[in-house]
């Protein structure tokens, strides 16, 4: 697989992390209980079958995957904001927002974050995908970087 496919799988994956962030969310709303009820019941059936079983068992590793990826997702973006705040740098914190404002909080269009930042719209775009470029650093680690060769 080539350097920039890799990449741009990466940017690709991010994105579809964020864009998916509040279904994820959304998801994991009543997971603890949810998983304490799926738990219940296998025990309460005692797995008549063994297919009842597995979906049982499958739905709770799904809901348990979700909430771990919806905790990494929240403690990265935190940590991203975090660091623009502790380095003073008006940039990546507006950065931050247009994040913030596209796929967690408001679900914002680009022309909408202008509006809202006060910013030109090639801005929003250019913080959004320089954004997207350093969020895939955290969520993938150095995979998420683009190397030069």
């Known amino acids: 697989m080539s350097k920039q496919l890799k990449y741009d799988k990466r940017y690709h994956n991010t994105k579809l992390l964020l864009r998916n962030y509040g279904d994820f969310k959304k998801h994991c709303e009543g997971c603890s209980e949810s998983l304490k009820e799926i738990d219940r019941t296998i025990e309460a059936w005692e797995a008549e079958t063994d297919t009842f079983e597995n979906y ?6 799904t809901k348990e995957r979700t909430q771990v990826i919806v905790d990494l997702i929240d403690r990265f973006l935190k940590s991203y904001k975090q ?8 940039n990546k914190l507006l950065r931050y927002k247009v994040i913030d404002l596209i796929y967690i909080s408001d679900d914002l269009t680009y022309e909408k974050v202008s509006e809202k930042l006060e910013v030109d719209v090639s801005t929003v775009s250019r913080y959004h995908n320089k954004a997207i470029n350093e969020l895939a650093v955290l969520f993938f680690g150095v995979e998420g970087l683009k190397l030069e060769a």
Do not use: H
Request: aromatic share 0%.
């Open 56 to 61: 049982l068992r499958s739905a709770k590793r």
């Open 83 to 90: 660091d623009a705040v502790k380095r003073k740098d008006n």
